[in-house]
């Protein structure tokens, strides 16, 4: 089962900020927090990932909380093509993802 | 440079045959797994291969087989199809098993069991 939590859907206007939120409140030490997307009919895209400091990239920046609980995936200027499926995932050790619903993105114009 | 590559993109099955699905993973990557995806859900964890070696193997039947070839692409086998297998099988690959930055997927192969 996943080990997090997200709101099924949220809605954006285009050129605005998202802020996507995501629960891990029993996150263990070693576990990094991944954001994958996967837009439809597509495979999923990762976006960014990290472990306690706050991680930015070409496509989003991650902030995470200092206890680690919770984490959010910030699409600066979101755009119609961000409209997507957004999965928060925790990844230890292990060679799997564990994929749970994941949260609908949509970005109206 | 191409991307993860899975053929076929479509296909229809009928119940109780057998299908066979096939992933070329990213030039110089060596580990590919295999996920399920049933409408409405996340993907589920099937199989990882490293160096041809199963790596990992997720909650599937006995039905579900995989192996990975020398030149690291892979062929997921499922047998005696049920409806249920109806699913979106995608296709990841990375350097190595449990590498830091994420995995590549694929657009996926779309199996409809009939």
């Known amino acids: 089962d996943a080990k997090t939590t997200q709101p099924p859907s949220m809605d954006c206007a285009e050129g605005r900020a998202a802020n996507l939120p995501c629960n891990h409140s029993t996150i263990s030490g070693n576990e990094y927090v991944y954001w994958y997307r996967q837009i439809h009919s597509q495979g999923p895209q990762y976006i960014i990932h990290?472990?306690?400091n706050n991680e930015t990239n070409e496509m989003a920046s991650l902030i995470i909380t200092e206890d680690r609980k919770s984490s959010t995936l910030i699409l600066p200027h979101a755009t119609l093509r961000d409209t997507a499926v957004y999965y928060c995932?925790?990844?230890?050790?292990?060679?799997?993802?564990?994929f749970g619903k994941g949260m609908k993105l949509t970005v109206n114009p | 440079d191409a991307g993860v590559t899975q053929s076929p993109t479509h296909l229809i099955k009928t119940r109780g045959q057998q299908v066979t699905l096939r992933c070329s993973p990213i030039s110089g990557h060596k580990s590919v797994s295999w996920y399920q995806q049933v409408l409405g859900q996340g993907p589920q964890f099937i199989f990882q291969y490293y160096e041809k070696e199963e790596r990992g193997r997720g909650n599937f039947p006995d039905r579900f087989s995989a192996r990975q070839f020398p030149n690291y692409s892979s062929e997921l086998n499922v047998n005696a199809l049920l409806l249920g297998d109806s699913a979106l099988y995608l296709c990841?690959?990375?350097?190595?098993?449990?590498?830091?930055?994420?995995?590549?997927f694929g657009s996926g192969t779309r199996l409809t069991v009939v």
């Open positions: 990841a690959s990375s350097w190595t098993p449990v590498q830091e930055g994420g995995y590549t």
């Open positions: 995932i925790l990844r230890g050790g292990s060679e799997k993802l564990v």
């Open positions: 990290g472990l306690k």
